[in-house]
């Protein structure tokens, strides 16, 4: 504007609840499939500190691509800021300018491709998911360590860092920002530059502004976020997508903020064109690219002078060519885009020009939201990802009820996104399916019911006790039964005997003698005889 003021236009929109939760979730997809970067990181940071000499980690230095979905932002900032505490040592987080060509970790994610590549070929490996990858690319690729992360940890660490952002906040000039330094937990200290002389090594560094991308200070307690919740259909029977529940919500995620932070650059990029600078500019509902050359304060318009794109087409084409005549046009701000990075001269004659692909991007989505349809729509489906481990271990014996397990998908409202007021997209930004898992039956091991009571005694086995002889016994037994539980499944049967014999003396009295004395009278006389 002419007085070099920027100025917000405030507009009040009314939503319902469910085009609220939509609204909120605008471009939160982008961020979120490089949340697991930060368990990596971790990772990669205790295994080199354990690697080196006792005191040799001093400072990390970071040198990424510097996209605002995943690196350049408030959260990666406040990562810097309280790297101490996270990771153990201080760190400096350095930007590669946009298009600066493909880097180290490119390289080896290109030599782990090709690999795996030729062992498939060669016929030494089958790989058909992530991990298979990770357990049999690794052992032909010995010059890189590998590091698996489950989705289950990816979800947590994303439900983790939402939490987070809701106390943080954009900083401004975030797409000029080429070097970063941690000062203490929510401060950061930012530099267009990265610089490395002596006294920037030191800690004693220059030309870098202090930041705060706090709202409010975080209180240092761990975030809980229940991962293994308790699955809520159990009696329903699943299969692979058998169910899929689009009212169920898993951790509503806060992303207003990303968007504002994101909103909030592109305006930057627009309002601080200036002349000599190039810039994507809209005309009859497509964007162009140009150079601008004149600027005029006081009407708010800018003289562009445009390239062409060199093989007929407009959007979407990455070289361009100066015509053979100018092409100058009177353009309002309004109309001004974005500001672009210079074009990149390609090719043996050098007629030709590169423009970055994030511009095109860019540009390409912000001449859809000035368009008259301004209403958000839904992208397409990500993929399915593990959001809880299986409900049970095993299967009950016999039943025909499964144990489940959670999976969880997610759409962003971006194709296109809302803009100036346009209504979010309605419906849900998320599903829920459950599948059947570990339906092998579980194995019921016996065990002993209680005893039943004691029987009768049995009759003496003898009437008295034989000299030189044990006395006479008698006997009463109890059974049990393997119904507590009855083995079931392959189970194991009980241990030990059903029956239990008890023993008693009886009738312990010694029998009498075996030698007797008959007497018999004969002829008057009385005798006897002894047997």
């Not at 790297?83 to 930007?95: I, K, M, P």
């Not at 983790?160 to 943080?168: A, S």
């Not at 267009?192 to 409010?216: P, R, W």
Request: some cysteine; charged content about 25%.
């Amino acid at each position: 504007m002419a007085d070099g003021k920027k100025r917000t236009k405030i507009v009040q929109i009314e939503l319902s609840n469910a085009e609220f939760v939509s609204a909120v979730l605008v471009q939160v997809c982008e961020f979120q499939q490089h949340v697991s970067r930060v368990r990596i990181q971790y990772k990669a940071l205790t295994n080199l500190k354990e690697n080196l000499p006792a005191g040799n980690a001093i400072k990390i230095h970071y040198w990424t691509d510097s996209p605002s979905s995943q690196y350049r932002n408030k959260t990666a900032f406040y990562l810097v800021s309280d790297h101490q505490n996270l990771f153990g040592v201080d760190a400096t987080w350095n930007y590669f300018e946009t298009g600066h060509g493909k880097g180290p970790c490119d390289g080896i994610g290109g030599t782990s491709k090709r690999i795996a590549d030729q062992a498939i070929k060669q016929g030494k490996i089958v790989v058909q998911d992530a991990r298979e990858y990770y357990e049999h690319v690794q052992v032909h690729h010995t010059s890189a360590t590998y590091v698996f992360v489950e989705s289950i940890d990816c979800v947590k660490s994303r439900l983790e860092l939402t939490e987070i952002n809701k106390t943080l906040k954009p900083v401004q000039g975030t797409m000029q920002i080429h070097s970063v330094v941690g000062v203490t937990t929510g401060e950061i200290k930012t530099c267009i530059t990265s610089c490395y002389c002596n006294d920037c090594l030191q800690g004693n560094f220059h030309d870098m502004t202090v930041a705060n991308v706090m709202k409010s200070q975080i209180r240092n307690v761990p975030v809980d976020i229940p991962v293994d919740e308790q699955i809520e259909h159990e009696n329903e029977t699943v299969g692979v997508v058998e169910y899929v529940d689009e009212s169920e919500r898993v951790g509503e995620i806060d992303e207003t903020e990303n968007d504002e932070e994101e909103r909030n650059n592109e305006e930057d990029r627009r309002l601080n064109v200036k002349s000599g600078q190039y810039a994507a500019v809209q005309y009859e509902k497509k964007w162009h690219v140009g150079k601008v050359i004149e600027v005029d304060e006081n009407d708010n318009e800018y003289l562009v002078t445009f390239m062409r794109p060199s093989q007929g087409k407009n959007t979407g084409h990455s070289l361009y060519v100066w015509p053979s005549n100018e092409d100058e046009l009177w353009v309002k701000r309004d109309d001004i885009l974005c500001e672009i990075h210079e074009p990149v001269k390609v090719g043996r004659s050098g007629r030709s020009y590169a423009i970055c692909q994030d511009d095109i991007e860019l540009a390409s989505r912000l001449v859809k939201a000035t368009l008259p349809n301004k209403h958000g729509g839904w992208s397409s489906w990500g993929s399915w990802s593990v959001y809880s481990s299986c409900s049970a271990t095993c299967t009950t014996c016999g039943s025909s009820q499964y144990p489940q397990q959670r999976y969880i998908r997610t759409r962003s409202c971006t194709n296109p996104r809302p803009y100036k007021g346009g209504r979010s997209c309605s419906g849900s930004s998320l599903q829920n399916k459950y599948n059947k898992c570990n339906t092998n039956f579980c194995k019921v091991n016996g065990g002993w019911g209680s005893w039943e009571p004691w029987t009768m005694w049995t009759n003496c086995s003898e009437e008295c006790r034989k000299e030189d002889s044990i006395s006479p016994t008698q006997t009463r037994t109890r059974e049990r039964l393997c119904n507590n539980p009855s083995p079931a499944c392959h189970g194991r049967s009980c241990d030990g005997l059903s029956i239990e014999n008890s023993t008693e003396e009886c009738n312990t009295q010694y029998c009498p003698s075996n030698l007797y004395t008959v007497f018999y009278v004969r002829d008057g006389t009385i005798s006897y005889a002894s047997q």
